[in-house]
């Protein structure tokens, strides 16, 4: 698995900073760019799965019971689920509380 | 055995890029350029070479087309000029962070405003630090010479930059000089197929010209700015076996008469061979003077320069473009830090001249070698302005 970034010294880069590893864009978490983060309160919840179609950033997972967890690594707190979801089961709150 | 034939410098430019077996062209016609371009278009409509001739609808779709048939393993050329270098320009730093061996001549012309379609080195300066291996050749036969040179080294798997030929403008792309052609079986020997280190292929998907956050760009550039670098003994060897194979060695800061030398003129590009003359002049009335001509420009060679002039009192710099607000020419604001460090340097006059194809004569070097022998101090002025 490709190195994260911060990691890589210069002399590690291939030529012309070719990516020869498909898809390694995973390994990037884009959570470290979040300002609020999403606090899901399950009661309320209806397994409609409208939050997991609208994630931009598919940080969003249906659970084998139909319910849903973000995914903090990638969830970059665009509030997107929050705004889409019918029954306000999502709501944000700042990383620093 | 090679012939040497009279030929428009552009036709046997051309011809150059025919015998490097060039699998794609795209370029669009802009003087001084288009006879490069145009005879290239006859050669691959005749079917001499079988390439691909793209004929875009502006430099920067050449310059991306040469980028992307590069990327798939292409060897791949373009020329240009003056504006068409400045529209290109987005993609010409690009394919230098990309790593691509794509030849371009630059047939030198100024940039507007206003509009001039004759020679300088403003459209060259423009670029300076673009991270193309850049070269300056002085008369035909170098402009033929460094086609293949230019692929040679730049498909080096230790050098892998792009490379630009600097040719002036009309005094060389429009005039009929002497060119020695070699024969095919010599350029094959010396420039085998272009076998690139990645390319664009399905079977191996690789992404190129990704995006770098601040955590990696930083080191990205300094494996870009050490590729430049550390790509001077191989240009110095492809230079070198070309010689070995064709008689005519070339080499990054070329002297004329500076054995002994206490003033010192220095060139670039095809003026060069008019101050000699003028040397050659100054010589004969009893003159300690030579001429340093810069034909590496980037990566500069710092070290070959200083040894070039070491006895020196005095340099007379003439640069044909200007830097706005700066110290004067570019070339001698370089040679100005390439000797910073020395403990005794000469001093450094600089003459901006020969812009937009004003002629400079050999009586001219004289004058202003003359005018810096006389003015004390480090200045700099536009060489016969009316005042």
């Given at each position: 698995m490709a190195k994260l970034e911060h990691e890589?010294?210069?002399?590690?880069?291939?030529v012309g900073c070719?990516?020869?590893?498909?898809?390694?864009?995973?390994?990037?978490?884009?959570?470290?760019?979040?300002?609020q983060r999403p606090v899901y309160n399950k009661d309320r919840c209806?397994?409609?799965?409208t939050c997991y179609v609208f994630c931009p950033d598919m940080a969003i997972k249906i659970l084998a019971d139909g319910y849903i967890e973000h995914?903090?690594?990638?969830?970059?707190?665009?509030?997107i689920c929050v705004e889409e979801c019918p029954t306000d089961a999502i709501t944000m709150v700042d990383e620093e509380e | 055995m090679a012939t040497r034939v009279g030929m428009e410098v552009s036709i046997a430019a051309a011809e150059a890029i025919k015998q490097a077996n060039v699998d794609v062209v795209a370029a669009y016609p802009i003087t001084p350029q288009t006879h490069i371009v145009e005879h290239l278009a006859e050669v691959v409509n005749n079917g001499e070479l079988d390439a691909e001739f793209i004929p875009v609808e502006s430099e920067h779709s050449a310059m991306s087309v040469c980028t992307g048939s590069s990327a798939a393993g292409a060897r791949s050329f373009t020329c240009t000029s003056s504006q068409g270098l400045a529209l290109m320009s987005e993609i010409v730093y690009i394919t230098a962070s990309l790593r691509l061996p794509i030849l371009m001549l630059l047939a030198n012309r100024s940039l507007s405003g206003p509009l001039s379609i004759w020679n300088d080195h403003s459209d060259v300066m423009s670029v300076r630090d673009c991270g193309w291996i850049q070269v300056f050749v002085e008369n035909g036969q170098e402009v033929y010479d460094h086609v293949f040179i230019g692929y040679r080294v730049a498909e080096d798997r230790n050098v892998l930059l792009p490379y630009m030929v600097n040719l002036d403008g009309f005094i060389l792309t429009h005039v009929i000089e002497p060119v020695e052609f070699l024969d095919q079986e010599i350029v094959d020997r010396y420039l085998s197929p272009y076998h690139p280190l990645y390319t664009l292929h399905p079977d191996h998907p690789v992404t190129m010209g990704a995006f770098a956050m601040p955590a990696l760009y930083t080191e990205t550039k300094k494996a870009q700015a050490e590729a430049l670098t550390e790509a001077m003994p191989y240009i110095l060897k492809g230079w070198q076996e070309f010689g070995d194979l064709t008689g005519r060695y070339y080499h990054p800061v070329e002297t004329y008469k500076?054995?002994?030398?206490?003033v010192v003129l220095v060139t670039q590009g095809s003026l060069s061979e008019t101050a000699s003359i003028a040397i050659d002049s100054l010589r004969g009335a009893g003159e300690p003077v030579g001429l340093v001509k810069i034909?590496?420009?980037?990566?500069?060679p710092f070290e070959e320069f200083s040894e070039a002039v070491?006895?020196?009192?005095l340099l007379v710099v003439m640069d044909r473009a200007i830097s706005y607000g700066g110290p004067g020419g570019p070339l001698a604001g370089e040679i100005r830090s390439a000797l910073y460090a020395q403990e005794k340097h000469p001093r450094v006059v600089n003459f901006i001249a020969?812009?937009?194809?004003r002629d400079v004569a050999p009586e001219d070097f004289v004058q202003m070698i003359h005018q810096a022998k006389e003015r004390p101090g480090e200045w700099y002025e536009l060489y016969g302005v009316r005042e």
């Open positions: 890589i010294t210069w002399k590690e880069l291939n070719v990516i020869d590893e498909p898809g390694n864009a995973a390994v990037y978490r884009t959570g470290d760019w979040r300002s209806i397994r409609c799965g995914d903090l690594y990638y969830c970059k707190g665009c509030g | 500076t054995e002994d030398a206490k034909r590496l420009w980037r990566p500069f070491a006895g020196a009192d020969g812009i937009a194809g």
